[in-house]
T-cell receptor, first 109, second 114 residues
Framework: GQSLEQPSEVTAVEGAIVQINCTYQTSGFYGLSWYQQHDGGAPTFLSYNALDGLEETGRFSSFLSRSDSYGYLLLQELQMKDSASYFCAVRDLPSKIIFGSGTRLSIRP | DAGVTQSPTHLIKTRGQQVTLRCSPKSGHDTVSWYQQALGQGPQFIFQYYEEEERQRGNFPDRFSGHQFPNYSSELNVNALLLGDSALYLC?????????????FGSGTQLSVL
């Protein structure tokens, strides 16, 4: 079967750093993406890794290790507006992207 | 530049009925994917359309069908509705080789089956 595992909930303090991990088991692999979804909103694309290593986009960074079937999203200088659900997603076929169950990030002042 | 638009935003149906949901992709995008998202869960892939054909399908029964038009817009049809079909239905568009651009999602259609 295919699975993407990520923690269901994470809590962090405003201004701090938080890491959300994702491990995957899929029949194919073309890349790992991360999406953010606020309550009542649509998922929005954050980052994409096709090769091993770290990708940085402002306060957000994403890492991929294909040999470990593992990736993470790193959020720095947390702001209250970062409170949302975060999904890892794998392109396991050229025409198919599957999503994990999501990590709900709560930020405390 | 209009993003992905979906209609209607909310829909209430009864068991056994049929429903059609509509999606217009972001300008410049030619590929449309449909997802079902239950409350508190991640989006589940239904299928993807490109060049008016279904290119890939997820684990959904034949009651779920779709269509893509020459202008790249798309419809999702669900027949013989079940209570378990109640969910948020999301449309996502992308260029064929999405890569670093990712998927662009619409705000979804909230379907309630009574």
């Amino acid at each position: 079967g295919q699975s993407l595992e990520q923690p269901s909930e994470v809590t962090a303090v405003e201004g701090a750093i938080v890491q959300i991990n994702c491990t995957y088991q899929t029949s194919g692999f073309y890349g790992l993406s991360w999406y953010q979804q606020h309550d009542g909103g649509a998922p929005t694309f954050l980052s994409y890794n096709a090769l091993d290593g770290l990708e940085e986009t402002g306060r957000f960074s994403s890492f991929l290790s294909r040999s470990d079937s593992y990736g993470y999203l790193l959020l720095q200088e947390l702001q209250m507006k970062d409170s949302a659900s975060y999904f890892c997603a794998v392109r396991d076929l050229p025409s198919k992207i599957i999503f994990g169950s999501g990590t709900r990030l709560s930020i405390r002042p | 530049d209009a993003g992905v638009t979906q209609s209607p935003t909310h829909l209430i149906k009864t068991r056994g009925q049929q429903v059609t949901l509509r999606c217009s992709p972001k300008s410049g995008h030619d590929t449309v994917s449909w997802y079902q998202q239950a409350l508190g869960q991640g989006p589940q892939f239904i299928f993807q359309y490109y060049e008016e054909e279904e290119r890939q399908r997820g684990n959904f029964p034949d009651r779920f069908s779709g269509h893509q038009f020459p202008n790249y817009s798309s419809e999702l049809n669900v027949n013989a509705l079940l209570l378990g079909d109640s969910a948020l239905y999301l449309c996502a568009s992308s260029p064929l080789r999405t890569g670093r651009q990712g998927l662009f999602f619409g705000s979804g259609t909230q379907l309630s089956v009574l």
